[in-house]
């Protein structure tokens, strides 16, 4: 028979089932993108890709706790969780990457990309900030048709000095559109520390000067970000205006492909500091805590690392074997 558990509240109770369901999410996510690692360093993966590990959270708090299709999400080019929270097949992920015909565009697109509009992914965006002018749309257009769906927009640290996001939140706050920000604090954009790059770091505040709401949440925690996201949904859907979640994480690989963290340009952060955040977790933090709690054991765990691993070879196999993009198809969807 199903358990429930309370967490964080008496109103925040959670089945077993749907505590292991986000476990297993958390885990596709991490070996996923460990795979892709792999991939790109065969030569099997072109362009460019930025990993989630270590912000899996993010993902695994939020989007289970929306209406997809209905609402609607936009992130950043660090988008594969995103894609794979939403529901978008390994199998099509992977194949983007590999740009091929099967992937979620046509493998046009690649990892930056990656999109699924049937359930309500808008995509992901190469350009810093991008995604929060479109969410101005989205949520002008969410309120313009009535109802209460609520558009979701990631973005980092780095794109809260971005010109563009503070013209939008102005907007999104002054015309009370249902926009949820996440703001993914990882504490860095690409080498600059946030104490380097804005002389005001409380990002928070930053929501409130345009008129939103907001809270800081511990992004390294799954629990928090879920509960956090939560009431920032009830608060959306109810009173139809935006929140603002600034989440602490951090990333527990380089920036992208390119940054390792061992070259010298890449030391912007101590390999201490790393390893101290590395000591929280958010996924071995979730496995210990259902451990605790008997709801996973050795042998589950094992069982469960079987049957992702299974995906994502699958996934890869898939895409491998799937054919790249016509030729004739070069100029289809491009404008001129
Ligand atoms: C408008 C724009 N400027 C610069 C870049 C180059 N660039 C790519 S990622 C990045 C850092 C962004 O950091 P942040 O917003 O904190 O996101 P994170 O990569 O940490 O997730 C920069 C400067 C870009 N893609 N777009
Ligand atoms: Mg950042």
Redesign the pocket.
């Known amino acids: 028979m199903a358990r429930t558990i309370a967490v964080n509240s008496r109103e925040d109770h959670i089945k077993t089932e749907e505590l292991q369901e986000l476990y297993r999410l958390m885990l596709l996510i991490r070996r996923f993108e460990e795979s892709v690692y792999q991939k790109f360093h065969e030569n099997k993966i072109g362009g460019y890709l930025?990993r989630y590990d270590g912000?899996e959270a993010l993902v695994a708090g939020v989007v289970p706790q929306l209406r997809l299709p209905g609402d609607y999400i936009l992130c950043?080019?660090?988008d594969h969780a995103h894609a794979l929270a939403c529901g978008t097949s390994p199998r099509a992920v992977m194949a983007e990457l590999m740009g091929r015909a099967t992937g979620c565009a046509g493998g046009k697109g690649g990892s930056m990309h990656l999109i699924d509009p049937d359930r309500g992914f808008l995509g992901g965006d190469?350009?810093?900030?991008?995604p929060v002018p479109v969410a101005l749309g989205v949520g002008f257009a969410i309120k313009y048709r009535g109802g209460n769906d609520v558009c979701v927009v990631y973005?980092?640290?780095?794109?809260?000095n971005?010109g563009g996001v503070h013209e939008s939140m102005n907007m999104i706050g002054l015309y009370k559109l249902p926009v949820l920000f996440i703001l993914?604090?990882?504490q860095?954009?690409?080498g600059?520390a946030v104490s380097r790059s804005t002389g005001q770091p409380d990002f928070v505040m930053k929501a409130a000067a345009h008129g939103i709401k907001g809270e800081k949440v511990n992004g390294m925690d799954l629990f928090e970000v879920r509960s956090a996201t939560r009431r920032a949904l009830k608060h959306i859907r109810d009173k139809g205006e935006s929140y603002f979640l600034e989440m602490s994480c951090y990333?527990f690989v380089g920036?992208?492909i390119g940054d390792d963290n061992t070259k010298a340009w890449t030391t912007y952060r101590s390999e201490q500091e790393v390893e101290e955040w590395k000591k929280k977790d958010p996924l071995l933090k979730f496995q210990a805590y259902l451990e605790e709690k008997g709801i996973l054991d050795p042998a589950k765990i094992a069982k469960i690392e079987e049957q992702i691993h299974e995906e994502v070879m699958d996934a890869i196999q898939f895409a491998e074997s799937s054919p790249e993009p016509p030729l004739d198809s070069l100029y289809d969807h491009v404008y001129s």
């Open positions: 930025h912000q950043t080019y660090r190469g350009i810093v900030g991008g973005f980092g640290d780095g794109a809260m971005q993914e604090n990882n860095y954009a690409m600059t990333r920036h992208g």
